[in-house]
């Protein structure tokens, strides 16, 4: 696919130029800002590559996720209080917990995960609810054409055509690698759109909404395409 916009900080709280200057404080600029040290911690203190929007390129990168959020904080979800809504042009808006979730017929789909930075991790497992599944429970209204994702975060968006969002390979998401979906990775679930680059996966999903038309991103108002497929997917697939 064409090559993606270098992307801005611009907008964001935290801007590549803070980054700099908090490394260049050290351990001082870190306990100033709170809402980057769990990424820290988790850089320090696992195997994890953790990075924010704006450092990538900065730290070594053996071959693991960076880890992106266009916010500074977003609050931690779990089984107490974890919602998904499915609404707009439905028949059945609803609400799934992730007791719900974990009760629906579990996929797992096995794929390379690209981020338009540069970096791969090959062969990642995720596991979750087809998006069709929850469509179909919620029932899909004649007009409705494409679907709209929102984010707990409170800024993120992403956006699919219905017959995407159909695929066996997109997924609402709460297993990666094995494991639960840390918070930091966008759990208790993400979607997971296997076929196309990262950032159409959106992390801390709490909103699903069917629309008539497709409505852009938060990367892609910024210039992304919004058909993020990867070299040599099958786009006319259904079942992938
Ligand atoms: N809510 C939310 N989802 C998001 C993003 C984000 O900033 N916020 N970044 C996207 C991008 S560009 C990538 S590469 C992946 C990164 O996922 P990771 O942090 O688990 O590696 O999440 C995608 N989903
Ligand atoms: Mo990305």
């Known amino acids: 696919m064409a090559e993606q916009p270098k992307r801005k900080a611009d907008g964001a709280p935290v801007g590549r130029r803070a980054l700099l200057g908090m490394l260049g404080a050290g351990a001082a600029g870190l306990a100033a800002a709170p809402y980057l040290q769990r990424g820290w911690e988790g850089f320090l203190g696992a195997a994890s590559q953790v990075d924010s929007t704006g450092l990538t390129g900065l730290l070594p990168n053996p071959g693991g996720f ?3 959020s266009i916010v500074g904080s977003v609050p931690h979800k779990d089984e107490t209080n974890y919602q998904l809504k499915i609404g707009g042009l439905v028949d059945r808006p609803r609400s799934f917990t992730l007791a719900d979730l974990r009760a629906l017929p579990q996929t ?5 995960v690209l981020c338009t930075d540069g970096w791969r991790v090959e ?8 998006l069709a599944d929850l469509l179909d429970a919620a029932g899909v209204r004649s ?6 994702f929102t984010c707990f975060d409170g800024a993120y968006s992403e956006s699919l055509t219905l017959e ?3 695929r066996s390979d997109v997924l609402v998401a709460l297993n990666m690698q094995d494991k639960p979906i840390t918070h930091e990775h966008g759990g208790p679930v993400r979607l997971y759109v ?22 852009p991103g938060y990367w892609e108002e910024r210039g992304y395409a919004v058909d993020g497929w990867l ?5 006319n697939s259904a079942a992938a």
């Open 231 to 235: 070299d040599g997917e099958d786009r």
């Open 108 to 112: 797992r789909v096995v794929h390379d």
């Open 194 to 215: 296997a076929p196309m680059y990262f950032y159409k996966s959106a992390k801390w999903l709490s909103g699903i909404s069917v629309t008539e038309t497709v409505v």
């Open 164 to 166: 995407q969002a159909r």
């Open 123 to 130: 062969k990642t497992p995720f596991e979750g609810v087809k």
């Open 66 to 68: 960076r880890y992106y």
């Open 143 to 148: 007009g409705g054409a494409a679907v709209r």
